[in-house]
């Protein structure tokens, strides 16, 4: 069982930063793959990044790749997503899960989510 806990979300100008984390809590968190994905009111879930248990490995969504960073301390049970040039486009609840399979942008795949954070983007 892993709970999640999703923190660092808000109101940004267009081009601002932003950095979400995930706190994580369960012995297992470092044997997990965690992912971040993201849902406006209206429209369906998409996935945004993920990162393999070691952090060897990411994937990123084509509409966020070089402006999000994804990255973990399994010593500290914490996923970050470093979200940079933000755009109103990017407005949404941000979500992490963990996935004890392999590193997937497929959220079908997730088996513990947060409760999700607001990140609001004004042009």
């Known amino acids: 069982q892993v709970q999640l806990v999703e923190s660092g979300g808000g109101l940004v100008q267009a081009g601002g930063s932003l950095r979400l984390s995930c706190a994580a809590s369960?012995?297992?968190?470092?044997?997990?793959?965690m992912g971040w994905f993201r849902q406006a009111p209206g429209k369906e879930r998409e996935s945004v990044a993920a990162i393999s248990w070691s952090g060897s490995k990411t994937e990123y969504a084509d509409s966020v790749k070089g402006r999000f960073t994804i990255s973990r301390d399994n010593a500290k049970n914490t996923v970050h997503l470093q979200m940079n040039n933000l755009k109103p486009e990017d407005t949404s609840v941000y979500y992490c899960?963990?996935?004890?399979?392999?590193?997937?942008?497929?959220?079908?795949?997730?088996?513990?989510w947060g409760q999700g954070t607001q990140v609001t983007v004004s042009s």
């Open positions: 899960a963990a996935d004890r399979g392999l590193v997937s942008l497929s959220w079908d795949e997730y088996d513990y």
């Open positions: 369960g012995r297992t968190f470092s044997s997990y793959a």
